[in-house]
């Protein structure tokens, strides 16, 4: 069920991609993510550095994609690609069948870091994507303190936080303020959601809680997903497909299904299949570490 | 908050005693009160003259609060100016230390030759003397906004002006309230370095007249009176401060609501 259905959104994205196309069709056609051959050099002259080579990457509308690789590798710089934050040396990004820097799709954000603000409640950090995005912004007014208070709520309730609401960040724990920020990521109904090693700084049973939340909220709402992690049970577990990177210059060498269906639970990760499949991707990344 | 009361209790002792052993000295050793007038004779001073010292109170506030306000609001617009762009910043960056090195007594003779002597040179001298620090801490406190919340709010499609009025300010505000604190007592000492340069009004000037005079226990009575006004800024500041800014300082008392 998806409480947070969009509303009324006369530029949904899906259907305003192309005026000669069929919505319908293109629906099934667009991409949601696009790397064509895209490339990133910082630098110039003898200081040049290459952070990612040309890279070709594609996710489907309502994709979970796991990014792993060894660190500095280049994972990072491919979400700052898709949100457009840098653009791209060589190559092209498509977000939506468009331009990244068109920002087509509407997209949500987290990082490690919770980065909440100080001065504001949990309530009123999750909801700070509403004040910003449209089209919600355009209501925030009227909305704040009714609509949009509500699906605040909503979403802090899926991730048990709903009596803390009223709390301010400094608060909670880090697990706690970590499930906020997967709220303000999503609050929004993001069609693209970009997670860059949420979970990095969380010890082993909060993040396994998180990651069950993660796929619930997934499940329910189904945007498509970009989640770069060093885990790769995290990426085991929640991805529907691992592309995994090399060393710098990054780029990318191989891109396996998870053969396992969703929703899977935690035990999972203790199977043999699971174990083989972590063991193999480890195995590959210990090769292109050095 | 018995530990607070306590401490509270120790720093009135400390002042009590001080004027106590002010007073006892000056007996002892027989301090003629040409030189350095006892306390009490320092009040009595106080008490009869003052109906003549209020309106020069008065004047030192009003040149100091209007000299500050004007040096918050230019302070402010050339922080939010320098602070949000890193190009800015550079460029003035030392222009602004220029100006902030020149000792300010050394603008009042200036400011005196363009507006004469009065109000004027005392309002324009609490203003350049207070700037400086304001102009510095929000440009810090802008500079200092998380790259990683700013990469979320850029994500989201925010402007810039959405990023400076939703994140960048509000992160500025403890910043700008911590300048505020040595922002006023700057502006109070600009003031009355200005009056006892060049007015015939505020209490510097008093305590200028007084000293020509050999009245030193009026002169006394004004250093007391500065140093209560100056206490007395400073405090309305830092309430202000925490009261606006509590988040910063993670006081339970004033976070939840």
Partial sequence: MNILAHPADPADPVETVSPTAVPSAAATRIKAVELQQASVVFGTGDRAVTALSPTKLTLEQGDFVALVGPSGCGKSTILRLVTSLITPSSGAVLVGGRDAAIRHLRMGMAFQNPTMLPWLTIEQNVMMPLKIVKPFKNTFRQDRKGAFRDRVHTLLGQVGLKDFAGHFPWQLSGGMLQRANLCRALVHDPDLLLLDEPFGALDQFTREELWQILQDLYLDRKPTVLLVTHDLREAGFLAKRICVMSARPGRIISDEVVPLPQPRAIETIYSPEFVEMTQTLRALIAQVRT | ?257
């Fill in chain 2, 1 to 257: 908050m018995n530990e607070k009361q306590r401490i509270r209790m120790w720093s009135f002792s400390l002042i009590a005693g001080f004027f106590l052993m002010w007073e006892l000295l000056c007996i002892v050793l027989g301090v003629s009160d040409l030189v350095l007038p006892r306390p009490s004779e320092i009040l009595v001073t106080l008490w009869t003259k003052f109906p003549i010292l209020w309106p020069h109170i008065l004047q030192t506030l009003y040149s100091t609060l209007i000299g500050f306000s004007l040096g918050v609001c230019i302070g402010v617009s050339l922080g939010v100016l320098v602070g949000t762009s890193k190009v800015a910043y550079s460029v003035a960056y030392p222009l602004l230390v220029g100006f902030s090195s020149i000792p300010k007594v050394a603008v009042v003779p200036i400011f005196v030759l363009w507006f004469g002597s009065g109000t004027t040179p005392a309002i324009l001298t609490a203003m350049v003397i207070c700037v400086f620090p304001i102009v510095v801490n929000i440009a810090t406190g802008l500079a200092k906004t998380e790259p990683d919340l700013e990469d979320v709010l850029k994500t989201l499609g925010a402007s810039k002006s959405e990023i400076l009025w939703n994140v960048g300010l509000p992160r500025t505000m403890p910043y700008f309230f911590a300048s505020l604190k040595v922002a006023i007592t700057l502006s109070f000492v600009g003031a009355v370095l200005s009056e006892t340069v060049a007015s015939n009004r505020g209490i510097g000037n008093v305590m200028m007249t007084a000293s020509s005079n050999f009245q030193v226990s009026l002169v006394f009575a004004g250093l007391i009176i500065l140093a209560v006004l100056g206490v007395v800024l400073y405090a309305l500041f830092s309430w202000l401060e925490r009261r606006v800014t509590g988040w910063a300082t993670r006081d339970t008392e004033i976070a939840i609501t």
